[in-house]
C-alpha cells in the first residue's frame, strides 16, 4: 500500500501532478491542507479528475467526503485525543455508510488501544529522518508485533521500502520523497513501482 500526503501549502502545478500520479497508478491520496477553508477545498478538489474522488482521504473538512463521494477521511493524532470516549462514534459515523477511516500515532505503543475501532489503518511517523521536515529524528520502530495494520512514514522514498517493510509495516506513506523530489512524477513511479515489488 503507498499513500501520497499532499504538502501542507499548494506548490506549482500540484493539481495536475496530482493527475499524473493518478493516472500513474497512485491508489490513495491524503489531502492535507491546514490552511485551505471549506470552500477552497472543495475548489481544490473539484480541480481533481472526478473519477479519483474515490481515491482521496481528507484530513480536514471532512463533511466533503459525503458531498464528493471520497475514499473517507483521516484523524490526526491531536483531534483523536481531543474526541476522547467519543472517537468510536466519530469513526463509525463514517463507517457506516462505506468511507475508510484512518488515524495517526507517533508512539507505536499508543496503536493498540484503538483494536476495537473500526480503522482501516493507522499512520506512524518518523520512521526514518523526515525529508520534508528536517530535524525529525527517525525512529525506526518496529511494529511486527502489532496486529493491526500499520503504515509507516518519515523518510520514506523508493530506496528504503524493503527496510520499511522489514520494520513490520502494512506499507507506505510519503510526502517529501515526492514533492521534494526534482521530477515528482518520475519519483512516483518509481516509488509505485518499488511498492508493488516490496509487497507483491
Known sequence: MLILITPENDVPNEIELLNSFFEAGLEILHLRKPNKNYAQHMAYISA???????????????????????????????????????FGLYVTRFTTQGYDVSTSFHNPSDIMLYAQIPLIYNLLSPVFTAISQPGMEGKAFDVSAITLPVIGM????????????????TGVGVLG???????????????????ARVYK
Not at 520523497?177 to 516509488?191: C, H, R, T
Request: proline fraction near 3%; aromatic fraction near 6%; charged fraction near 25%.
Open 177 to 195: 520523497g515526492v514533492w521534494n523530489a526534482e521530477n515528482p512524477l518520475e519519483s512516483m513511479k518509481n516509488l509505485i513501482n518499488e511498492v
Open 48 to 86: 481533481i479528475d472526478e473519477a479519483c474522488h474515490n481515491k482521496i482521504v481528507l484530513h480536514y473538512q471532512h463533511e466533503l467526503a459525503e458531498d464528493f463521494m471520497l475514499k473517507g477521511v483521516h484523524i490526526q493524532e491531536a483531534p483523536r485525543l481531543d474526541f476522547g470516549e467519543d
Open 154 to 169: 518519515g523518510g520514506v522514498h523508493a530506496n528504503n521500502i524493503d527496510e520499511v517493510k522489514n520494520l513490520g509495516y
